[in-house]
Nanobody, 116 residues
Framework: VQLVESGGGLVQPGGSLRLSCAVSGLTFRRYDMSWYRQAPGKERELVASITSSGGSTTYADSVKGRFTISRDNAKNTIFLQMNSLKPEDTAVYYC??????????WGQGTQVTVSS
């Protein structure tokens, strides 16, 4: 099983980035998917989740209205569109796959830095 994040980088405050997580080695349509982030010295936190069908999404209060999670089950990929980025969004962003039996897989992370 592989989860490979991409799309991170350095962006100015107010800017946008789109993260991708390409998944292989599992039946993608059976997995709920999530984005987490971890800033230096802080606990890893849930950013956004999407159900296996894509029919339901949830967001952390800190990113509501700015971030959008989506998935393409035909391409085994999830996305995180991040708009109006703030310095406090700086973190390593990870994607996670979880099935109904509670089995989880994580990606290796991609760095997002918001700074002028």
């Amino acid at each position: 099983v592989q989860l490979v994040e991409s799309g991170g980088g350095l962006v100015q405050p107010g800017g946008s980035l789109r993260l991708s997580c390409a998944v292989s080695g599992l039946t993608f349509r059976r997995y709920d998917m999530s984005w987490y982030r971890q800033a230096p010295g802080k606990e890893r936190e849930l950013v956004a989740s999407i159900t296996s069908s894509g029919g339901s999404t949830t967001y952390a209060d800190s990113v509501k209205g700015r971030f959008t999670i989506s998935r393409d089950n035909a391409k085994n990929t999830i996305f995180l569109q991040m708009n109006s980025l703030k310095p406090e969004d700086t973190a390593v962003y990870y994607c996670k796959a979880r099935n109904s039996w509670g089995i989880e897989y994580w990606g290796q992370g991609t760095q997002v830095t918001v700074s002028s």
